[in-house]
């Protein structure tokens, strides 16, 4: 069974930096797309940023572009999302996401995480 597990969320001020972290687990075969979702409150699922395993390519929201930077490390089964210049409208419940069946980066994913809380404050 393949699950994602998401750690290092927080609170921080404007401005701050948090690091988040996800570990995959289970047995993948091959190469596949990791993602990075969140939802603030009576909001849609926003898509975030994300990651093919294969190549280490990369996409990114608008809303995020040049401020949050995804990557996997050494590791094929891990990915964290460095986020810098945090706004409050980042605010939200973060999760992880793992294999897009339609190789869309974007998804839809097979397999989510239970998210971490993000509070950004002004």
């Known amino acids: 069974q393949v699950q994602p597990v998401e750690s290092g969320g927080g609170s921080v001020q404007a401005g701050g930096s948090l690091r988040l972290s996800c570990v995959v687990s289970?047995?993948?075969?091959?190469?596949?797309?990791k993602g990075w979702f969140r939802q603030a409150p009576d909001k849609e699922r926003e898509a975030v940023a994300a990651i093919y395993t294969g190549d280490g390519r990369t996409y990114y929201s608008d809303s995020v572009k040049g401020r949050f930077t995804i990557s996997q490390g050494n590791a094929k089964n891990m990915v964290y999302l460095q986020m810098n210049s945090l706004k409050p409208e980042d605010s939200a419940i973060y999760y992880c996401?793992?294999?897009?069946?339609?190789?869309?980066?974007?998804?839809?994913?097979?397999?989510w995480g239970q998210g971490t809380q993000v509070t950004v404050s002004s």
């Open positions: 289970g047995s993948i075969y091959g190469h596949y797309h």
């Open positions: 996401a793992a294999i897009s069946p339609s190789n869309m980066w974007f998804g839809p994913y097979q397999y």
